[in-house]
């Protein structure tokens, strides 16, 4: 009789009429902007990892500075590559006389010659010292009247050699510049390792977000399904008369509840996808932008078992943030012992040899103006000699060379091979600062710089151990709810199946199987989530400890 009151209600308000034409609206298109879903692309948690190891951004730009620090250490260490420099150029010079010392004609001396040089210099790897080697040889031609050799090939080559015995002997400025160069190599190591160990937690949050969110929107589609098989049911029992027509407005604004539900977790499968997408794929015009991604791996419901102790003892051995830390440390140990040797007094050993070369051809138009002026008076005197009966003066022989000094050019070379003219020199050079203030202020700034690196790596460790402690507990706060949800879940569903035969025998009423079906499903989504959540939090867990690239059986290469 009440069943009937109230349909009669309905009809004159007309309120059935009108749920019945909102049912009929079309709903908007059940779709994902850009993306085909007949073009679907199953991917597991590997695949995704591997392809953002090799595509995302981040990665590449990380492993471009890994390589950027390995051509500055290559660039260091061309600090001893040798240098060799060279030069050959023409020169006439003419210069005016002021004395008949000069042996010039006409005024003035002209010399012409053409020079060429060479030198090789570097430094030693060891011990700091600095070489050089020059080698000169010149073809000279000049008008000067003392000059008996003309033209003449001058030859030299010369060692020298300085060798520090305090001040650069254990370190300096280039030791230094490859020292840390190769730390600075280690660092970008770590800084890399740091970025895959990011990118990888990134990456499988990403995934099991999109497994989520998948996962939730079959939820909301099968209670839709429900809803729907529910008011087939209501619609029924109210022809058979045992449910008041009311019953049906009641389910179909469930349905609708569900399809607005439907609707977001769509949304939420359109972001989270789109967030793993930026994640592995290799540019904005990859194919994978118009795919759908299908998740192969499920979720992993086993927590891993590791104690805090434990815990906290792999995050300090394979934390790269710690790595780092060192190699700084390290970095500022090699700027402690370099600054503290400038402090020291500079004392060198020095050491030069050089030989020289020479040949040439005797000149032919030898004018002696030294001598000149005599040969009249030689000439008298040697007449009144012969008169008086007695013997000329004796006469002076000219100059003679030797014969390896008579040639040319390869005369020159060979004289200088033969080592016959040699120079030797040794001695010691000392630099002594009066002050130094810049080197012992660069001294006490480094001093600093260690105590502020240590005060930063404490903190980094008490940081790692915050981590460590929050991600340990996320886990296993992760797996007690997933078991409470599992729990409820189950619960919901006899409550569900229950209250569903109560309704069939007239022992309940429609409110209370949707409330049923709305805790039900709550329940659902409730369960994927903490499950969603236990993959999530191992996934940082992973990532406090440091060994995600270990447990997931990766290994990155810069190239």
């Known amino acids: 009789m009440l069943n009937r009151i109230l349909l009669a209600i ?7 009429p009108l749920a019945t034409a909102q049912e009929k609206k079309p709903m908007p298109e059940l779709g994902r902007v850009g993306v085909d879903t007949n073009q679907t692309h199953p991917l597991s948690l590997r695949e995704a990892l591997a392809m953002a190891l090799e595509n995302n951004k981040d990665i590449e730009v990380a492993r471009e500075n890994v390589r950027i620090a390995e051509f500055d250490y290559r660039g260091a260490q061309g600090l001893y590559d040798p240098r060799f420099t060279t030069q050959a150029f023409y020169e006439r010079i003419e210069s005016p006389i002021s004395s008949f010392l000069a042996g010039g004609q006409n005024g003035s001396t002209i010399q012409t010659d053409y020079t060429g040089t060479a030198r090789l210099e570097g430094q030693t790897p060891a011990l700091g010292g600095n070489y050089r080697l020059d080698f000169s040889s010149v073809k000279l031609n000049t008008n000067n009247q003392f000059t008996a050799l003309n033209p003449q090939f001058p030859t030299s080559l010369t060692f020298s050699y300085t060798q520090p015995l305090w001040r650069g002997l254990r370190i300096d400025q280039t030791r230094r510049q490859i020292q840390i160069a190769r730390k600075n190599l280690s660092l970008t190591d770590a ?12 990456v499988q949050r990403a995934y099991w977000d999109l497994v989520f969110a998948l996962r939730s929107l079959q939820v909301q589609r099968d209670a839709v399904s429900v809803a729907r098989t529910q008011l087939e049911h209501n619609k029924r029992l109210v022809n058979e008369g045992q449910l008041a027509p009311i019953d049906v407005v009641a389910a179909e604004a469930q349905i609708s509840t569900y399809e607005q539900r439907v609707f977001g977790a769509l949304e939420e499968v359109s972001r989270t996808e789109n967030n793993l997408k930026n994640l592995i794929a290799q540019d904005q015009k990859a194919n994978l932008w ?29 934390r790269p943030e710690l790595q780092q830390a060192d190699v700084l440390k390290e970095i500022n140990q090699i700027d402690q012992r370099f600054f503290k040797d400038q402090t020291k007094p500079g004392i060198d050993l020095v050491g030069t040899y050089g030989v020289t070369g020479l040949a040439g051809s005797v000149s032919s138009n030898i004018v002696n103006p030294l001598t000149q002026s005599s040969v009249l008076l030689r000439q008298r005197v040697d007449e009144l000699s012969t008169l008086a009966g007695l013997d000329p003066l004796p006469v002076i022989p000219p100059q003679q060379f030797s014969e390896d000094l008579l040639g040319g050019y390869g005369q020159s070379i060979q004289n200088l091979l033969a080592n016959r003219y040699g120079t030797v020199r040794v001695g010691v050079q000392i630099s002594l600062p009066l002050r130094n203030r810049t080197a012992e202020a660069n001294l006490g700034r480094a001093l600093v710089e260690s105590e502020r690196i240590g005060t930063q790596r404490e903190q980094l460790e008490q940081t790692i151990q915050v981590d460590v402690r929050n991600a340990l507990q996320a886990v296993r706060s992760s797996e007690a709810r997933l078991r409470a949800a599992v729990a409820t879940r189950e619960a919901n569903e006899q409550q569900f199946a229950s209250e569903q035969r109560k309704l069939d025998a007239g022992q309940s009423t429609v409110f209370l199987v949707l409330e049923r079906q709305t805790a039900l499903t709550e329940s659902q989504g409730l369960e994927l989530k903490a499950q969603t959540d236990l993959n999530k939090a191992i996934a940082d867990l992973q990532r406090a400890t440091g060994n995600a690239l270990r447990v997931n059986s990766i290994v990155v290469r810069v190239r």
């Open 10 to 16: 309905i009809l004159v308000l007309g309120l059935y």
């Open 191 to 202: 800084q890399f390792r740091q970025r895959a160990i990011d990118t990888i937690t990134n």
């Open 290 to 318: 118009s795919e759908s991604i299908v998740p192969t791996d499920s979720v992993d419901l086993a927590a891993p078992v590791i104690s805090l102790p434990d815990a906290l003892k792999t995050a300090m051995e394979n």
